[in-house]
């Protein structure tokens, strides 16, 4: 059973397109890996998986109560925390699902 289905998945920002008609189907264990060069929309795709952005057109469907996580590249970081506080804090409710 696919966890998420992607089908014609269209995003751009002015002129610039980044994705046009990306379409893919992710399995309950499939491991996958996505690699580009910089600028190519790696990331919009992510926040698009996450709920965080949305897709100019195309559809995406999710097993009913799949959570999507995602940190982003550039986070806001509290100086007065310690890299271990910062993990635990974005993290933890992952850790409390696998338990």
């Known amino acids: 059973m696919n966890v998420i ?9 002015g002129p ?13 264990n499939d491991r996958v890996g996505i690699v580009g060069r ?5 990331s919009t795709l992510f926040r698009i998986l996450a709920g965080l ?4 057109s195309g559809t995406i469907a999710r097993k009913k109560g799949l959570t999507v996580g995602f ?8 100086p007065d925390k ?10 933890g ?3 409390q699902m696998l338990k």
């Open 5 to 13: 289905d992607a089908s014609d998945l269209c995003k751009s920002y």
């Open 16 to 28: 610039t397109c980044l994705m046009d008609g990306v379409g893919f189907a992710l399995g309950e």
């Open 38 to 42: 910089n600028g190519c929309g790696k």
């Open 53 to 56: 952005e949305s897709e100019d």
């Open 71 to 78: 940190l982003s590249q550039r986070p806001s970081l509290d």
């Open 82 to 91: 310690s890299v271990r506080q910062i993990l635990e804090e974005h993290l």
């Open 93 to 95: 409710e992952a850790q």
